[in-house]
């Protein structure tokens, strides 16, 4: 289901990284099926700053509506992701909110959808500088315009179209 994008609510999770491949990083969840991009700065790449985004995430979509919207989370095996438990289980309701999975070692194959829109952001901010230099409105204007960019693949719709038709097929009102 999750590799023939035949369902909405599987993502794809990644770290973008600046200069020096420390300080601030981005942490940049792709949907499957709509492709639609979060992207969220994060003081650095540590599992506990992903576990601290998925909280964020969850209080502000909600325990339940962020059940339906993360199905799935798949990451790479890097040192950010490391804590499985910490990304499945909500701090709020102790259940689990989500599943993760792992690609296999050097299969960013796997995670085709995110490693692409990776590029997208890479045109903004190029790799070699530094994320810090850049503010969270200017993160949110890379963001849109991922998220607003027409696509062949969609018969030229946008992600952010496609991700609220599924929202309201949930019966879930959320501005994202």
């Given amino acids: 289901e999750v590799s023939q994008r035949a369902s909405f609510g599987h993502w794809e999770l990644d770290s973008v990284i600046g200069k020096n491949r420390k300080g601030e990083t981005l942490h940049v969840l792709t949907e499957r099926y709509t492709r639609m991009e979060l992207i969220f700065k994060s003081p650095d790449k540590t599992a506990a700053s992903t576990v601290t985004m998925l909280n964020r995430l969850e209080r502000q ?74 503010s969270r409105a200017q993160i949110r204007q890379i963001q849109d315009f991922i998220n607003s960019y027409p696509r062949e693949i969609f018969d030229w719709q946008n992600s952010q179209k496609l991700f609220q038709n599924e929202l309201k097929k949930l019966n879930i009102k959320i501005f994202t």
């Fill in 61 to 134: 979509f909600g325990s339940v509506n962020f059940r339906k919207i993360f199905k799935s989370i798949t990451c790479d095996n890097g040192c950010e992701f490391a804590n499985t438990s910490g990304m499945e289980i909500s701090p709020y309701t102790r259940k689990k909110r989500t599943s993760v999975y792992y690609c296999h070692p050097f299969c960013s194959s796997e995670r085709g959808s995110n490693e692409n829109q990776n590029a997208f952001i890479r045109r903004f901010i190029p790799k070699g500088v530094a994320i810090s230099t850049f």
